[in-house]
């Protein structure tokens, strides 16, 4: 799913890859943790409300929303192809692929 | 009560709600100690505080969570210029400590800290009782420095607001608005670098311009400022000529705009170069430092401000206490009500992670700050942060300003997204609804 190992460990030497290799060995199953995850949705829920529920005509709701959605939304905002934005490029730009991916799984498996 | 760390049911629900994630077995959701996980105390009920004590039930419900907040009702600094504009009222500002009591349980502890003990991990509290902890929040807020503008000290305020902390400061500047007739002078005096909310005083401006619009037309905005720059400048000063003429002058440092001497009585300010101002009503915002308490438990260093460690918010100076807010040094993260509250999210997973001994994840920061010119024309600043070579630093390409080279309809927009910020931060917050 989220693949930051990879780019972390291609400009480690042979030896530091196996040191690696026993710190992350517990990372490396998780990635991204849920406690990561949370965190970085933790910024989100200042003007989209706790876990994204409030929302009003201004700002949405985005609580529940379709993974791919999502995704698909941060994704258009990090690469300034939403005309109309006028913040969300600004902080959309601020968040790695793996971290929007974290994004988007976290507020759409939030649920009642 | 919604928590959604420690069911086992919720974990399964997200799992399988995630898709691919299960058979990876990423996301296993950490396991939470029942029973008693310890007890955290949290002194100070702004943004900052009521957030580190709502996420840390959050992420831990079976914390022992106690918040020290000697108001029953807090109003925000956010937003006291819409009021002082005429755009809402004093009320709508106003926030209680209702949910954290009841949904999350918090037990909310409506006096002041009067002293803290972080060698023996106490809190001495204004009715004499002392509480306990294992692990101390921090969020102080600012307090004036006194000592550090000839002529002003608290007499002088009560004549010459600064109406930096929202209350009763607040409501005096409104009524001098008020009872001022129409073709006066208003001052504001800016301080330097670092203070509370950096755009606010060029908000404050557009704020008193625009009811001088509305009711006395003939009166005139100086602002005279100790730097030679400030947040958002370009687009504050394109919106002050569009919307407001002539009406708001900006006097930078260089051009003597640093008041060095002021004579509450008479409404006078005198600059670095011994230029005199004589103001109608007068608004001096003067140096700040981190609130007096954060001096008591020993977390500040010589600035005044109080130095943490970035990844934690963990005081760089005492053990187990952990500072949020506009008390803290956070640079490039400016002293805003949004970076408390996600500053306090940070140190709630910080201290949930290190009472159960397991990992912090790393630690992540946004902030977006709006101002308004008028009630149609909002301009902001985001920014997202993270820890970059041991300090915290601006994540590259994010963040910046509005454009300046939009329309109507975008600043519009803006100013509507204003709004909605304030009444949802709010709601994170506190977890009150717009008024």
Known sequence: MINIMQNTTRYLTPGLLLLAGLVFSSAQAEEISYDHAAMLAGSCFNCHGTDGRYGEDSIPSIAGNSREVLLAQLQAFKRDETPDTTVMNRIAKGYSEAELKALADYFSSIRD | ?435
Request: charged share 20%; glycine share 10%; proline share 6%.
């Open chain 2, 1 to 435: 009560m919604k928590t959604f760390i420690t069911s086992r049911r919720e974990t399964l629900k997200l799992l399988g709600a995630t898709g691919t994630v299960a058979a990876l077995g990423a996301w296993s959701i950490p396991a939470r100690s029942n029973g008693n996980a310890g007890h955290v105390v949290v002194v100070g009920g702004g943004f900052g505080g009521a957030t580190a004590a709502k996420y840390l039930k959050r992420y831990n419900p079976s914390l022992n969570v106690t918040l020290v907040e000697p108001v029953e009702r807090f109003y925000t600094c956010p937003f006291t210029n819409l009021y002082l504009g005429g755009l809402r009222t004093f009320e709508s500002v106003g926030h209680d400590y209702e949910e954290l009591k009841r949904r999350y349980g918090v037990n909310v502890i409506h006096t002041t800290a009067q002293d803290i003990d972080g060698a023996n991990h106490t809190v001495r509290l204004g009715d004499g009782s002392t509480l306990r902890y294992d692990r101390l929040v921090l969020s102080p807020g600012v307090d004036i420095r006194w000592d550090a503008l000839a002529g002003y000290d608290e007499a002088a305020a009560g004549k010459a607001p600064h109406a930096w902390k929202a209350g009763d400061q607040t409501r005096l500047l409104r009524r001098q608005l008020e009872a001022m007739e129409d073709g006066g002078l208003f001052v504001l005096s800016a301080p330097d670098n670092p203070y509370r909310c950096p755009p606010g005083p060029y908000e404050r401006v557009s704020m008193v311009a625009h009811y001088f619009k509305n009711h006395k037309p003939r009166s005139k905005v100086l602002l005279l400022d100790s730097k030679d720059a400030f947040s958002k400048q370009g687009l504050f000063m394109d919106g002050w000529e569009q919307v407001y003429g002539n009406m708001i002058e900006w006097v930078s440092l260089s051009n003597d705009g640093r008041v060095v001497r002021v004579d509450a009585d008479r409404l006078e300010v005198e600059t670095e170069f011994g230029e005199r101002h004589q103001a109608s009503v007068l608004n001096v915002v003067p140096p700040q430092k981190a609130g007096w308490i954060a001096d008591r438990a020993g977390v500040t260093d010589q600035s005044g401000w109080v130095p943490v460690k970035p990844e934690t918010f963990e005081s760089a100076q005492v053990r187990d206490i952990y500072v949020v807010g506009d008390a803290t040094v956070a640079a490039p993260m400016p002293k805003s009500g949004f970076c408390a509250n996600a500053q306090a999210k940070v140190a709630a997973m910080a201290i949930v992670s290190s009472l159960a001994e397991r990992p912090m994840p790393p630690a992540s920061w946004a902030n977006t700050c709006y101002s308004l010119i008028a009630p149609d024309y909002g301009i902001s600043v985001a920014g997202v942060y993270s820890v970059q070579d041991g300090a915290i630093a601006e994540v590259e390409g994010s963040g910046g300003i509005s454009p300046r080279d939009v329309g109507a309809d975008f600043r519009r927009r803006e100013a509507r997204h204003a709004v909605g910020w304030y009444n949802a931060i709010c709601q994170d917050t506190w977890g009150t609804q717009p008024a």
